[in-house]
């Protein structure tokens, strides 16, 4: 069940609409332009996975797209979040194209496309102080301790991804994966930490 639903990011509309005042061949629409990309490609990469999001089962999954969640002082934000009684999970989504290769000794992730390098942060290492802060807030609003999973999710089929390590390589998938990584961590938790009580309380309160 889909409790929060996807929405376009602020950013792309006033993007949007700044190009709309702007005339063409004007100083700055081409800058603009250029910083539309990006969130307008995670946008797009986030939708992608909606359709694997579509096979689960309503019954058993809450789905919380976009969140903007705050500990005191400092904001987080998550791409998709999913809830059972049993875990929850963090889906952070990435619209890579070309080929990307992982240093976890570095934490730090290089990108080849177009011949052209460039260098993100590690997505994993995001996604996890994700978790870490989720499981902050929800103790503080006295909810039940809950493991809380957490991958990261390429949206392009066509993108290769490469890591030194195993353990690190597993935690970035192709989103065509999403459904048998959910049917594994399924079978690493049967214990129920939260009730439907609890479950709507939460959706309520997120």
Known sequence: MIEKERRVPEIIMQL??????IPEMVHGREKAASELNKPKAGFIGEQ?????????????????HGLRLSNRKQFFHTDTL????????????KNWN????????FHQLIRIHNEKEEAFHDPISQAEH???QLKKRL????????PIEFDVFISSPSTIKKSPSKQTSSKILHAHRLL????SIEKSYSIERLNEKQIKKLAIHY
Not at 16 to 21: C, I, M, T
Not at 82 to 93: E, H
Not at 98 to 105: K, V, Y
Not at 139 to 146: E, K, L, T
């Open 16 to 21: 949007h609409a700044l190009l709309r005042r």
């Open 48 to 64: 992608k996975l909606d359709y694997y999001l579509d096979f689960l089962d309503e019954k058993k999954y809450r789905i919380f």
């Open 82 to 93: 999913l809830l059972t009684k049993r875990f929850a999970m963090i889906l952070k989504v």
């Open 98 to 105: 070309g080929t990307f290769i992982l240093e976890p000794n």
């Open 130 to 132: 994700q978790s870490r």
């Open 139 to 146: 103790a503080a609003n006295g909810f039940p301790d809950i």
């Open 180 to 183: 048998s990584k959910l049917t």
